[in-house]
């Protein structure tokens, strides 16, 4: 069974770091693209970042680029997401997403995953 389980959402300061982890299992989770997503209320889910399945190479929206990163473990299965330099459009419920199948132009492509989390939520107050 697939699961990707996420952690770390709270409520935090403008201006403060934030780490994610994403716990998978159930799939070939070395082979997989991996990333975030997110979603504020009234809006669309949208990209955040991902981690390309053959390269290792980073992708990040351009609204966190240069305050976010992206890592993961192959070993512990693990995804993380750092945040830094929080700002209050930063809130929203914060998804992980993995696929073993995603073509790169698809990368910022939601309904291109096969596997989701159930999300966590990150508040960001000014």
């Known amino acids: 069974q697939v699961q990707l389980v996420e952690s770390g959402g709270k409520s935090v300061q403008a201006g403060d770091s934030l780490r994610l982890s994403c716990a998978a299992s159930?799939?070939?989770?070395?082979?997989?693209?991996v990333a975030w997503f997110r979603q504020a209320p009234g809006k669309e889910r949208e990209f955040v970042a991902a981690l390309w399945r053959t390269t290792g190479r980073t992708y990040f929206a351009d609204s966190v680029k240069g305050r976010f990163t992206i890592s993961r473990d192959n070993a512990k299965k693990t995804v993380d997401l750092q945040m830094n330099s929080l700002k209050p459009e930063d809130t929203a419920v914060y998804y992980c997403?993995?696929?073993?199948?995603?073509?790169?132009?698809?990368?910022?492509?939601?309904?291109?995953?096969?596997?989701w989390g159930q999300g966590t939520q990150v508040t960001v107050s000014s």
């Open positions: 159930g799939f070939a989770f070395s082979t997989a693209t």
């Open positions: 997403a993995a696929s073993n199948t995603l073509i790169l132009s698809s990368l910022t492509t939601a309904r291109q995953y096969a596997y």
